[in-house]
């Protein structure tokens, strides 16, 4: 499972990600090789690239938003 912790919203681009869930709020992936990068809250950047099918976990906390998802969804 990876997390990261960010204090940057992230734009999910509707051609590549749909909304499966508002509660919790998941993210899926609708086509392959689906790349993000992710600053984390010490600013180190992380690319992320997932699967058809991928998805992500969006969790808001105080000031910062927690990202998770499984590390069998990456490429």
């Known amino acids: 499972m ?11 681009e509707p ?3 749909k909304a499966v869930s ?8 609708i ?3 689906v790349s ?5 809250t010490s600013q180190n950047s992380y690319k ?14 105080v ?3 927690r990202l998770t998802w499984d590390d069998n969804d990456i490429i």
Not at 22 to 29: A, C, K, L
């Open 36 to 40: 993000l990068e992710i600053y984390d």
């Open 63 to 65: 000031g910062k938003f």
């Open 22 to 29: 508002n509660s919790p709020v998941i993210f899926q992936t």
């Open 2 to 12: 990876g997390l990261l912790y960010t204090k940057f919203y992230i734009d999910f």
């Open 48 to 61: 992320l690239k997932f699967k058809k099918g991928g998805k992500l976990q969006v969790f808001r906390v």
């Open 31 to 33: 086509t392959d090789d």
């Open 15 to 17: 051609t590549e990600w």
